[in-house]
């Protein structure tokens, strides 16, 4: 049974620093897709970050090009979202997002593209 699970929210102060775990298990090879997304109260779901752990290809949205890193640990499955120089607008409940790489071999930001999501974690960036 295939299994998303993030871990590292909370709160911040503007300028501040989090750093996002997601760990995915159950699936039957290691060529996947792992995102991040997030929403915040009144606000659509939106991507943040995306990368392929066969390429190691990774992309950001514009808001985040420069002060998130998202990296993997192929042997634990694990994907992090590093978040620095964090803004009030990044408030917003963070998901994880995994699924198989597909036949085309890419990733995309694209929500319906993954089956398999976490329950989120909440961040706060407020002084």
């Known amino acids: 049974q295939v299994q998303v699970v993030e871990s590292g929210g909370g709160s911040v102060q503007p300028g501040g620093s989090l750093r996002l775990s997601c760990a995915a298990s159950g699936f039957r090879h290691n060529h996947l897709c792992m995102a991040w997304f997030r929403q915040a109260p009144g606000k659509e779901r939106e991507e943040v970050a995306w990368i392929n752990s066969d390429t190691e290809s990774a992309e950001y949205v514009d808001s985040a090009k420069g002060r998130f890193t998202i990296s993997q640990d192929n042997a634990k499955n694990t994907v992090y979202l590093e978040m620095t120089r964090m803004e009030p607008e990044d408030t917003a409940m963070y998901y994880c997002?995994?699924?198989?790489?597909?036949?085309?071999?890419?990733?995309?930001?694209?929500?319906?593209?993954?089956?398999?999501w976490g329950q989120g974690t909440q961040v706060t960036v407020s002084s």
């Open positions: 997002a995994a699924d198989e790489v597909g036949s085309g071999g890419g990733c995309y930001p694209v929500p319906d593209d993954y089956r398999y």
